[in-house]
């Protein structure tokens, strides 16, 4: 006879996991059903050490997120690290929540694909010209890997340069923060053009 795991050993499992990443309703199908019946303990666990479960069951992602410290408790360590985006790695973020926000408005499949060169071609809009094409885009492959390790991006296995935009996306790129970077991006559009004419 088959030794089921125990609920302990589940919550074990989908704990370590989330502490890892963002767990996935597609690529963790054993663990995901585990977390939903779960969740109430698991929000137990985490609330011990200064962290709260965000899940989406909708979007299919959970993750853990420091936790706002209480007035009048002592402040926890931070398990959570914050990270802080370069320019180039914070506009890819912005284009990619875009895209997404228009794929969702016309409806139909839930997996928004994109490639290299388009990420390529909406990116060189924001960044001073360069006769050095190569140069260009060695750079912009070191950006693309930074934000496929903070989990935005998945290569698809067999298809190069081909990536499916994580769905977790929007809960780190909302409208206020979208908002703000906009008037960025239009400040950093107006600088490359001038940077370009000046070159010329």
Known sequence: MMNLPSDQNRLGQVLICLMQGVLYH???GTLWPALLELQARVRDHCQLIGLELILDE???YAYLRQ???VEGEPALPRL???RQLSYPVSLILVLLRKKLAEFDAMGGD???VVSREQIGEQLRLFLPETANEAKLL?????HLNK???LGFLHRLRGQQHQYEVRRILKAFVDAQWLSDFEQRLADYG???ATVSAEDA
């Open 147 to 149: 934000v496929v390790e």
């Open 58 to 60: 909708a979007e299919g």
């Open 80 to 82: 959570v690290p914050r």
């Open 26 to 28: 597609d690529s963790d």
């Open 110 to 112: 839930t997996r928004l």
């Open 67 to 69: 936790r706002a410290p």
């Open 190 to 192: 107006a600088h490359a």
């Open 138 to 142: 060695d750079r912009m492959d070191t």
